[in-house]
C-alpha cells in the first residue's frame, strides 16, 4: 500500500482534533449519514458513520484517508467515496474493530491501493 489509509490527508488533517460526533457525512454523490465515533488516534485514525435508513441502519468504518475536507461552519465530513462504494464496503463489526488487527487490513484494503475486496481502486 502505496499510502497510510489510517491518516489524514493534509488538507483534512488540520482540522482532524475536532469533535467530529454528530458532523453530516457527505460522499461524492450525497450524504451518507452521520459521525458516532471518530478517532485521531496516530496510524489508526477513523470515522464510524451511523447511515441511518439509507442502508437500514448499517455502520461503516471510514479510514481517515477518505475524507478530503472537513466543515466546521456547516458541521459536515466530505468523502472521496460514492454512496456505493461506502455501501459496499466490509461490515462495520465494533468487536472486531477493537481487537482483531486484521479486521483493519480488511477495511484498510478495501480503501486503499489496489483494493482486493472490489473497493474504488480495483
Same mark, same amino acid.
Given at each position: 500500500?502505496?499510502?497510510?489509509?489510517?491518516?489524514?490527508?493534509?488538507?483534512?488533517?488540520?482540522?482532524?482534533?475536532?469533535?467530529?460526533?454528530?458532523? %453530516?457525512?457527505?460522499?461524492? +454523490?450525497?450524504?451518507?449519514?452521520?459521525? /458516532? &465515533? #471518530?478517532?485521531?488516534?496516530? *496510524?489508526?485514525?477513523?470515522?464510524?458513520?451511523?447511515?441511518?435508513?439509507?442502508?437500514?441502519?448499517?455502520?461503516?468504518?471510514?479510514?481517515?484517508?477518505?475524507?478530503?475536507?472537513?466543515?466546521?461552519?456547516?458541521?459536515?465530513?466530505?468523502?472521496?467515496?460514492? %454512496?456505493?462504494?461506502?455501501? +459496499?464496503?466490509?461490515?462495520?463489526?465494533? /468487536? &472486531? #474493530?477493537?481487537?482483531?488487527? *486484521?479486521?483493519?487490513?480488511?477495511?484498510?484494503?478495501?480503501?486503499?491501493?489496489?483494493?482486493?475486496?472490489?473497493?474504488?481502486?480495483?
Amino acid at each position: 500500500m502505496t499510502e497510510n489509509v489510517w491518516s489524514y490527508k493534509s488538507t483534512a488533517g488540520r482540522l482532524a482534533g475536532a469533535d467530529l460526533t454528530g458532523y %453530516k457525512v457527505e460522499a461524492t +454523490d450525497g450524504g451518507i449519514g452521520k459521525v /458516532d &465515533k #471518530h478517532s485521531d488516534e496516530v *496510524g489508526d485514525a477513523h470515522l464510524v458513520v451511523d447511515t441511518g435508513v439509507w442502508i437500514f441502519g448499517k455502520e461503516v468504518l471510514l479510514p481517515a484517508s477518505t475524507v478530503v475536507s472537513i466543515d466546521p461552519s456547516e458541521q459536515k465530513v466530505f468523502v472521496d467515496r460514492t %454512496k456505493q462504494q461506502i455501501k +459496499d464496503a466490509p461490515d462495520f463489526d465494533r /468487536d &472486531k #474493530h477493537l481487537g482483531d488487527p *486484521g479486521y483493519h487490513d480488511e477495511v484498510g484494503a478495501y480503501y486503499g491501493t489496489g483494493a482486493p475486496f472490489g473497493g474504488p481502486h480495483a
